[in-house]
T-cell receptor
Framework: QKEVEQNSGPLSVPEGAIASLNCTYS??????FFWYRQYSGKSPELIMS????GDKEDGRFTAQLNKASQYVSLLIRDSQPSDSATYLC???????????FGKGTRLHILP | SAVISQKPSRDICQRGTSLTIQCQVD?????MFWYRQQPGQSLTLIAT?????????ESGFVIDKFPISRPNLTFSTLTVSNMSPEDSSIYLC????????????FGDGTRLSIL
C-alpha cells in the first residue's frame, strides 16, 4: 500500500515559535523527499528537497530525514503569519518511480 | 527553475462539453505531468505526458476522458472530455527538469467548474 501520511491539522503555532510538521511514508526504498507549501487558491511551491539522512537547513526552514524510521519532518523557525498555508510532503516511491503526495497539514500562525 | 504558463486559469463549462488546458514551459524539460486537485484534497496524478508518444495514465484515468498531447519538450495539453459536474476541480501541470527523481514545479493551475 503506497502511503504518505500527514496530520491534516490545523496546527496552530504562535508567531515567533517553531512549527514542526511531520510525515511518514511506507516505501522503505524511497530516496527523494520534498516539502511544498500551498497557499489557499494557489499551486504548490517547492520549499525543500532532501535525499540523505539528517538535517538540511535553508533559512528558517529545516528538513529532517530518518530513513530507518521512515519519517521526514519540516521545522519552521521564527514562524510568521505569512507561513500560514498547507504544507505537502511528497515522496518519490522507488517501487513505482512516482512521487506520492500526502494530503497536507494546514498550518496557522497566530499573530 | 522553469517558468510554467498554464492556460486558461479558470473556466466555467457546460456539461457534455470539452476543454483543453495548455501548459507551456520556457525551457526544455524531461518530464511533464498532469494532476487533479479536488477541494480540500491533495494532488492526484492523472498521467505522465510523454514527448512523441502516448501518455502514461494512472489507475482510474483513461485516454478517452483525458486525452493528452506532448508534441515537444516545452508544451503539453490536457483535454477534459464530455464534462460532468464531478470533473469540477483544479487541474495542474507540473514539470521535472532533468528526471523523475527531481522535484516537480507546478504551473498556476486551471480552476474548472462544470454547470
Amino acid at each position: 500500500q503506497k502511503e504518505v501520511e500527514q496530520n491534516s491539522g490545523p496546527l496552530s503555532v504562535p508567531e515567533g515559535a517553531i512549527a514542526s510538521l511531520n510525515c511518514t511514508y511506507s516505501d522503505r526504498g524511497s530516496q527523494s523527499f520534498f516539502w511544498y507549501r500551498q497557499y489557499s487558491g494557489k499551486s504548490p511551491e517547492l520549499i525543500m528537497s532532501i535525499y540523505s539522512n539528517g538535517d538540511k537547513e535553508d533559512g528558517r526552514f529545516t528538513a529532517q530525514l530518518n530513513k530507518a524510521s521512515q519519517y521526514v519532518s519540516l521545522l519552521i523557525r521564527d514562524s510568521q503569519p505569512s507561513d500560514s498555508a498547507t504544507y505537502l510532503c511528497a515522496v518519490l516511491e522507488r517501487r513505482d518511480d512516482k512521487i506520492i503526495f500526502g494530503k497536507g497539514t494546514r498550518l496557522h500562525i497566530l499573530p | 527553475s522553469a517558468v510554467i504558463s498554464q492556460k486558461p486559469s479558470r473556466d466555467i463549462c457546460q456539461r457534455g462539453t470539452s476543454l483543453t488546458i495548455q501548459c507551456q514551459v520556457d525551457s526544455q524539460v524531461t518530464m511533464m505531468f498532469w494532476y487533479r486537485q479536488q477541494p480540500g484534497q491533495s494532488l492526484t496524478l492523472i498521467a505522465t505526458a510523454n514527448q512523441g508518444s502516448e501518455a502514461t495514465y494512472e489507475s482510474g484515468f483513461v485516454i478517452d476522458k483525458f486525452p493528452i498531447s506532448r508534441p515537444n519538450l516545452t508544451f503539453s495539453t490536457l483535454t477534459v472530455s464530455n464534462m460532468s459536474p464531478e470533473d469540477s476541480s483544479i487541474y495542474l501541470c507540473s514539470v521535472a527538469l532533468t528526471g523523475r527523481d527531481q522535484p516537480q514545479h507546478f504551473g498556476d493551475g486551471t480552476r474548472l467548474s462544470i454547470l
